[in-house]
């Protein structure tokens, strides 16, 4: 299963808005509503952020949302703070029954 | 509240295998799965399989060995026929999964498995 395609770094200033692109297959992505979004400071396990394309866990701040349109998930973060600054990974379930990973996106707030 | 405490750094030699345990806590072990994901220095997360905590279904490639002992709330992961390429962290994640989700909710601490002659 190939790696989910997303952009090597992203950055924006503090208070701004940045969306962070997956694009996947019908075989994914496009094939079932099972996105999920990771954040991951160095030397830390990943939080879970996003699921289910859209929806967010309890504790995580509302400036995070998640949307899909066909082969593409989407990670905005709005108000971008400091402690925004991490890595951003998107998951999908696949038509193996198994999950595959973007490669992960370096967010970096000027 | 949901806990994943894995087991330690590890030291291998290449061709040998390793067993990492991932012990639960905080919630009801069987009516998860637990998801096996690793990350190369430097690198990417990889998805490497899940089980079924419920029923002990799998799905996983290749050299990797999953199984649950629910009467400790313990999963394990064995990968076989260690090479350089297999040093990682090694994360074992709480899998949500049913008809209408699919997703790795709480994470484990990871486990630094080293691939060393």
């Known amino acids: 299963q190939s790696a989910l395609t997303q952009p090597a770094s992203v950055s924006g200033s503090p208070g701004q808005s940045i969306t962070i692109s997956c694009t996947g297959t019908?075989?994914?992505?496009?094939?079932?509503?099972?996105v999920s979004w990771y954040q991951q400071h160095p030397g830390k396990a990943p939080k879970l952020m996003i699921y289910?394309?859209?929806n967010r866990p309890s504790g995580v701040s509302n400036r995070f949302s998640g949307s899909k349109s066909g082969n593409t998930a989407s990670l905005t973060i709005s108000g971008l703070q400091a402690e925004d600054e991490a890595d951003y990974y998107c998951?999908?379930?696949?038509?193996?029954?198994?999950?595959?990973f973007g490669g992960g996106t370096k967010l970096t707030v000027l | 509240q949901v806990q994943l405490v894995q087991s330690g750094a590890e030291v291998k030699k290449p061709g040998a295998s390793v067993k990492v345990s991932c012990k639960a806590s905080?919630?009801?072990?069987?009516?998860?799965?637990i998801s096996w994901v690793r990350q190369a220095p430097g690198q990417g997360l990889e998805w490497m399989g899940w089980?079924?905590?419920?029923n002990g279904n799998t799905n996983y490639e290749g050299r990797v060995t999953m199984t649950t002992d629910t009467s400790t709330s313990t999963a394990y992961m064995e990968l076989r026929s260690l090479s350089s390429d297999d040093t990682a962290v090694y994360y074992c994640?709480?899998?949500?999964?049913?008809?209408?989700?699919?997703?790795?909710?709480?994470w484990g601490q990871g486990t630094l498995v080293t691939v060393s002659s």
């Open positions: 994640a709480r899998l949500v999964a049913h008809s209408s989700s699919w997703y790795p909710d709480y």
């Open positions: 905080g919630y009801t072990f069987t009516s998860y799965g």
């Open positions: 089980i079924s905590a419920y």
């Open positions: 019908s075989s994914d992505v496009g094939g079932y509503n099972y």
């Open positions: 289910d394309v859209s």
């Open positions: 998951s999908s379930y696949t038509s193996s029954s198994l999950g595959v």
